[in-house]
């Protein structure tokens, strides 16, 4: 898969392609089964399969949504992406100004001119355009007079993308890590950088790294213990990870902490990511750091045996 970062680029290239376009979030089950068939069909007929997204996404734009949690960053985005077998992911800067293009122009000088579509496969209520405008029979009728088709998604399998979207959104919301996992096809990840902490983990001899994710819009599951697992240096790493605030030692800020099993090495400055597995259990302010330390005798237990499973 090639990714491209503007749509300008894409014109020089020799061919022609089928395409969908949307945001994508998550790439989950719902998702997967709209981009086998786009992929499919590409193969089919010769033609390139393609995605078209955005970056930001338009609610942060138009909508100044600070607020708005996303299942992916976009490099998880364009990784998942990756494994699909997808000829090009297209990612446009989604600006103020790209909103104000009328329908005509997106489909004129978007879709035809820079992208050569030759197919679009598209959802039954998606909307285009200057204000949204424009919808999927105003597209039927733009392939018509500019010679590309136009390949309908039912209401049901778009409302099984929505309804995945929300129940992994809830999910995460509620610690309930296996539904996500469930709907997403995969393990829910969380990529960032370890930074240094306080060091409080090492003296309760559970060393934790300390994840540091940059991308505030990213969707970080409820607090809590969760089992997780890390490729480091290509070998597999299970550990346990803390979500919230360290209430027993007083903590006031919210950090993402790993502790490792079987790792002994120097994580600082590095980018990791880490798949969460199962969620153990909420986190408590326990009475002294000593009820603190046994019950992360007891989650290490708690964890090892889930992994064995």
Do not use: W
Request: aromatic fraction near 10%; glycine fraction near 8%; hydrophobic fraction near 35%.
């Amino acid at each position: 898969m090639e990714t491209i970062h503007n749509i300008s680029h894409f014109k020089d290239l020799p061919f022609q392609t089928v395409i969908t376009i949307g945001t994508f979030d998550g790439v989950h089950i719902g998702h997967r089964k709209i981009l086998e068939r786009l992929i499919n069909n590409a193969k089919n007929t010769h033609l390139k399969s393609t995605v078209l997204t955005f970056f930001p996404h338009p609610r942060m734009v138009l909508q100044k949504d600070v607020d708005i949690k996303l299942l992916n960053t976009l490099e998880e985005k364009k990784q998942i992406l990756e494994t699909l077998g997808l000829d090009y992911l297209i990612v446009h800067p989604f600006t103020k100004e790209f909103s104000r293009l009328s329908a005509t122009e997106f489909v004129r000088d978007i879709l035809v001119n820079s992208l050569k579509v030759k197919k679009v496969i598209i959802g039954y209520d998606h909307r285009f355009g200057r204000n949204r405008n424009a919808n999927i029979q105003d597209l039927i009728t733009f392939g018509n007079a500019l010679d590309f088709e136009v390949e309908e998604i039912s209401a049901q399998e778009i409302d099984d993308v929505s309804v995945s979207s929300t129940k992994i959104r809830s999910a995460l919301k509620e610690g309930d890590i296996e539904t996500a996992n469930s709907y997403l096809g995969y393990n829910y990840m969380l990529t960032g950088t370890i930074k240094k902490g306080k060091g409080l983990g090492k003296k309760f001899g559970f060393p934790t790294a300390n994840l540091h994710i940059e991308e505030a819009y990213k969707l970080i599951p409820k607090t809590g213990a969760y089992v997780v697992k890390s490729e480091i240096d290509g070998k597999d790493y299970f550990g346990m990870m803390n979500i919230g605030y360290n209430p027993t030692v007083d903590g006031t800020d919210k950090s993402i902490e790993i502790n490792f099993f079987d790792f002994d090495g120097n994580l600082y400055g590095e980018k990791i990511q880490v798949q969460l597995l199962h969620r153990i259990r909420d986190e408590f302010k326990f009475n002294s750091v000593e009820e603190l330390k046994e019950q992360l005798k007891k989650d290490k237990d708690h964890s090892l045996g889930l992994i064995s499973k």
